[in-house]
């Protein structure tokens, strides 16, 4: 059986349960409805806003005051919004002081666009056209939006652009919730799943892009344009030297993309329970936030489903048992696979995974990626308990490419032939370790020099 024809299996399956995917589509939205219980209560938070001017967003030297609004200067850096509060509830609760000073996500703003012409604007300000080709643009995506809003009940929630500002698409949630974006921003209900979007995008992907080797480098090659780019169908700069950096940069995603979604939807999880726990978010039970989001088990159970679907001794049945038994490798924290195994797993994971994404959408409400990362760093949560869970990532991270210099077939080659060199294999290969409670940061990088050969960031020691 040929690789197309599983796809077209898979495919029949996700058309089977189209109804399944509309009714995970509006779960969100579901759930702001149901918030109608919860407006009586006392928003704390706001009644303590002291906002200040809107501070500048420092692209191109262009002043923010365009984006500038009431609700927006309240979440800006110069605020004592719960928001702006998000950064450095993390560096406390993780004592990220020590490693990272200076809470450095919190030099740069959360905006909350209260129009979608705000939301795209700064995304489309890289775009190598002119200013009324922009505007074309920028007015074919506020169509798209909105056709997507009212067909499919969603969108994209939020976007960060490091450096720049992580910017909360407002008018999507009080669209989504059938009132203004000012009032959404209040609501109780509505206001947990903007936190959680601000900790996705900013103290997720925005951790990621700047406190870790590979992110750094991605950052100051500007790599994230080509994320915006295939995200909201964008064009970037056509030359030889972009597209060859653009083909490297495609490289280097699919090798860490399960670190990047695992770890981005593990501490939007974390953090509202942890604001939940401080009294920061008014109605909202700490408790209900610690509980797993995705499990083992349900992927088991639906990798054996597929399997089932196929004919014994076929080419699909001896995929399926591949994926079976690779998931097996890389989620659960009792196993102590060799380095060996774990990479194949990875690998296998990487190559096949957007063959299960529609799938793993009809059940989960997420693509695999989401998923099995989200397990992986699961697994590194009970080895080495979740306080250490950030400095793991920046281990994951601590490599770098040299981009500029090296050639596509020698990257390539190094990232499909290295775990070092894989940041998700490096992930993946972290949870082999085991830390007793009370073990920190020294000993976290004491077991990865010393048991999987892994570089440490310097001061780490």
């Known amino acids: 059986m040929t690789k197309s024809s599983f796809e077209d299996r898979l495919n029949t399956r996700i058309t089977a349960s189209r109804g399944r995917q509309q009714q995970a589509q509006q779960e969100l939205a579901a759930q702001f409805r149901r918030a109608e219980q919860a407006q009586e209560a006392q928003i704390r938070t706001w009644q303590a806003l002291t906002p200040g001017p809107f501070p500048n967003l420092g692209e191109g030297g262009k002043r923010g005051g365009r984006f500038q609004s009431p609700v927006q200067a309240q979440v800006a850096l110069g605020g004592a919004s719960l928001l702006q509060q998000l950064d450095a509830l993390m560096w406390q609760a993780f004592g990220l002081e020590s490693r990272f000073p200076g809470a450095p996500l919190g030099r740069y703003p959360v905006v909350y666009c209260e129009t979608l012409a705000e939301f795209f604007t700064p995304i489309l300000e890289d775009m190598d056209v002119s200013t009324s080709t922009r505007g074309e643009v920028l007015a074919a995506c506020i169509a ?25 698409n407002g008018w999507l949630f009080g669209f989504m919730r059938g009132v203004a974006p000012q009032v959404a921003l209040q609501d109780p209900a509505i206001l947990t799943h903007i936190v959680e979007t601000v900790c996705h995008e900013k103290l997720g992907h925005g951790y990621i892009a700047a406190l870790t080797a590979v992110g750094k480098e991605k950052t100051r090659l500007g ?35 399960f670190a990047e979604e695992g770890w981005a939807t593990w501490i939007e999880q974390v953090m509202v329970w942890l604001a939940a726990r401080q009294g920061l978010l008014p109605g909202v039970q700490a408790a209900e936030h610690l509980q797993a989001k995705y499990s083992l088990t349900a992927v088991a159970q639906l990798l054996e489903q597929l399997r089932q679907s196929t004919a014994p001794g076929s080419e699909e049945r001896k995929l399926m048992d591949l994926m079976q038994a690779v998931t097996q490798i890389l989620a659960d924290d009792k196993s102590n696979a060799s380095e060996e195994d774990v990479f194949r797993a990875m690998l296998a994971w990487q190559k096949n995974a957007p063959d299960f994404d529609g799938v793993f959408e009809q059940i989960f409400g997420q693509p695999a990626v989401y998923v099995l990362g989200y397990l992986l760093v699961r697994r590194l949560e009970a080895r080495l308990g979740w306080q250490n869970l950030p400095y793991a990532v920046a281990l994951a991270g601590n490599v770098t490419y040299d981009l500029e210099t090296t050639s596509l077939s020698d990257l390539a080659a ?11 294999a490096r992930l993946a290969l972290l949870g082999t370790l085991q830390l007793q409670p009370g073990q920190g940061v020294v000993e976290l990088a004491r077991l990865a020099r010393e048991q999987l050969d892994f570089a440490i960031p310097e001061g780490w020691g």
Do not use: M
């Open 223 to 257: 790599l994230w344009r080509f994320d915006l780019a295939q995200q909201f169908h964008l064009r970037t700069v056509d030359t030889p030297q972009g597209a060859l950096l653009r083909a490297k940069h495609k490289l280097v995603h699919e090798t860490s993309r």
């Open 144 to 168: 798209e939006a909105e056709e997507y809003a009212q067909q499919q009940g969603g969108g994209i929630l939020g976007v960060n652009l490091p450096g720049r500002g992580c910017y909360v």
């Open 414 to 424: 190094l990232l499909q032939g290295d775990p070092r060199l894989n940041v998700d």
